[in-house]
């Protein structure tokens, strides 16, 4: 130990950072030097992304254990299940956001936030490349490097379009808070629009069709919200063309919130069909134009409708660079990053993924399967034969492990089983199998296999455990005799990632609400929209958010909903 003589009236903290030495403070009322030995170098976590994975993560990270760095191109948390009720005015955009420096500042330790968008990872190297959109570098580019220790990536999902021609150019979407922004500028231009003199009836009408392709949980509670929205505030302001507007929903399967119990599914179709909503079930669009939207339908053909505002609201991809990752350690043929029961990302040593870059839902899966099988039907016959189901499958158990084990196992006995079971017939064996056949098989499997929904529940609920892991994760290296947990062949420090849920809800407009609870307990209605709004005013990130919420609502039942859009 060494001393540092002479140090008076002044505070002076020298942080032997990287040196193996002591840490020197010297105080005002003495002359003498207290001398503390030096925490070991804390090891560098990196996390990306500010989201339901990023920030649960960090708000319950022991961050004095750790160097932390927060990486994101959006310097807020978005409280993402509040974003259709902004498309409506019901709520505010800035109620439902909280700037992540506020979040960190609550940590009361230094984390370092940079806004910027990570381009590329390099896991053999531990070092991320970022850019950053505000200023440039002396190069010019605003590219910057980060070395980590532990990465946590966090990026959540993009939309889809499925490659669709158009989508990009003509829909909106609705995923980020300027997206519910523009939803609702553009609702209001349209009815702005058909209001002009001099329009015929007919323009009126294409401009105020409001069509919703996906009738997932996002499309179908922007449909309710922008019903309510109409019905309750625009029709007042805009009586005159009020009746001839439309909103229709469009759905490629047979059902609406397919995700969701059947009693829920047939409570929505009629509620809908009840609210003049226009559900297109079986229709799959297949283009966008400026006027026009495109669908298809294996009855009818062809179908081009006219229309004012578009959403489209089906479903969720991969971000390139995380494709490009995959690609790099062996995973390209992948949809999601593949994680272990502890959440690190497959053969790639320090590297962490939560939330919707690493889950994917079983609407998704079955999608892909059928893509599959379309591949594999070369002479588009509508048949594959056992060979050919075999080659599907293995491709199938290949993307997914989960389906692999499930495949693999004694119910479903291998392709022989899924065979039989489709043709209900024991007997045979050489069968062809045709698509549909194929599916119903699949749904077999489709119902025992469980995914993880890519909802903000599992990521936050990914973030929380990760969280907890790293708090102890020192302990655990001291300590490897502590409670070591056996599961199959390995030994881990920790217990594995289990989800609990905790029940989903779909609001259908009315102040009427949707709730699958735990237990497949179903409540639909008046009660269920009272409990929507305790369970979404009691997840608020913070107090700030949660009282401008809750006064957001008070203010739309008093007042009704705010039609300009400044
Ligand atoms: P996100 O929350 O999307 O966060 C991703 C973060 O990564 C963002 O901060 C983003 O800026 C950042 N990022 C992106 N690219 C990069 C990059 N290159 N480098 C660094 N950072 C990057 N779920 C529910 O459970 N209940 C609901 O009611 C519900 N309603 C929803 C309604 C809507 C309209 C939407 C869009 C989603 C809804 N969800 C709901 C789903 C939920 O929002 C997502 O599952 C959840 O946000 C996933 O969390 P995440 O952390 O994985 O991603």
């Avoid at 002044?10 to 032997?16: I, P």
């Avoid at 939207?293 to 009818?300: D, F, L």
Wanted: hydrophobic fraction near 35%; include cysteine; charge should be neutral.
């Amino acid at each position: 130990a060494r001393r540092r003589p002479g140090v008076s009236n002044l505070l002076l903290v020298v942080a032997a950072a990287s040196s193996g030495g002591l840490v020197a403070y010297a105080d005002s009322g003495s002359d003498a030097a207290v001398e503390k030995p030096q925490l070991p170098q804390r090891k560098k976590v990196v996390v990306l992304g500010t989201g339901w994975g990023g920030t649960t993560f960090l708000r319950n990270l022991d961050t004095r254990l750790y160097d932390v760095q927060v990486i994101s191109p959006r310097n807020y948390f978005a409280f993402t299940p509040l974003l259709p009720s902004v498309t409506s005015g019901t709520v505010e955009p800035r109620s439902i956001v909280e700037p992540i420096r506020r979040v960190l500042e609550k940590k009361g330790e230094e984390i370092k936030f940079w806004e910027a968008e990570c381009f590329k990872i390099d896991p053999q190297n531990k070092k991320i490349h970022c850019r950053s959109n505000l200023g440039t570098n002396l190069d010019g580019n605003g590219e910057f490097l980060v070395d980590y220790d532990y990465l946590v990536v966090a990026v959540g999902a993009r939309v889809n379009t499925f490659n669709t021609p158009g989508v990009v150019e003509n829909c909106h979407f609705l995923k980020e808070v300027e997206d519910a922004q523009k939803i609702r500028r553009s609702v209001m231009d349209c009815f702005e629009r058909a209001s002009l003199p001099f329009l015929d009836e007919e323009e009126r009408r294409k401009n105020l069709h409001f069509v919703v392709v996906g009738g997932g949980p996002t499309g179908v509670e922007f449909a309710a919200s922008l019903h309510d929205f109409v019905t309750e505030d625009l029709s007042k302001l805009y009586p005159s063309i009020q009746h001839l507007v439309k909103i229709s929903l469009i759905e490629a399967a047979d059902h609406i919130l397919t995700m969701f119990d059947k009693r829920i599914t047939n409570f929505a179709e009629d509620k809908f069909g009840r609210d003049g909503i226009d559900v297109k079930t079986g229709y799959k669009v297949v283009k966008v134009s400026k006027d026009a939207i495109t669908m298809q339908n294996p009855g009818t053909g062809d179908i081009s409708v006219p229309y004012g505002m578009a959403v489209w609201s089906t479903g969720i991809g991969t971000r390139p660079f995380i494709v490009e990752f995959m690609k790099q350690i062996g995973q390209g043929n992948r949809r999601v990053l593949a994680t272990d029961e502890w959440l690190r990302v497959r053969e790639c040593d320090g590297v962490y993924a939560i939330g919707d870059c690493a889950t994917i839902n079983q609407r998704r899966v079955m999608e892909d399967i059928s893509e599959i099988f379309r591949v594999a039907d070369k002479d588009k016959s509508g048949t594959l034969t056992v060979k050919e189901i075999q080659d599907v499958l293995d491709d199938i158990s290949m993307r997914y492990p989960q389906l692999q084990l499930y495949l693999k196992s004694k119910q479903m006995n291998g392709i022989a089983d899924l065979v039989r079971s489709a043709k209900g017939d024991a007997e045979k064996e050489s069968v062809e199998l045709n698509i549909e056949e194929f599916k119903k098989a699949l749904s077999l499997v489709d119902s025992q296999v469980k995914f993880l929904p890519a909802t903000a529940q599992v990521a936050s609920q990914q973030g929380q455990y990760l969280a907890r892991c790293f708090n102890k994760m020192k302990d655990a290296e001291e300590h490897p005799e502590g409670p070591i947990r056996i599961r199959g062949e390995g030994r881990h420090r920790f217990r594995p990632f289990r989800y609990r849920h905790l029940g989903q809800f779909a609001p259908l407009g009315g102040e009427q609400t949707a709730a699958q609870l735990p237990g497949d307990w179903i409540s639909i209605g008046h009660s269920s929209q009272w409990l929507w709004y305790s369970v979404y005013a009691t997840k608020q990130i913070s107090w700030r958010t949660r009282m401008l919420v809750v006064s957001d609502w008070t203010r739309r039942f008093i007042f009704g909903r705010d039609s300009s859009c400044i």
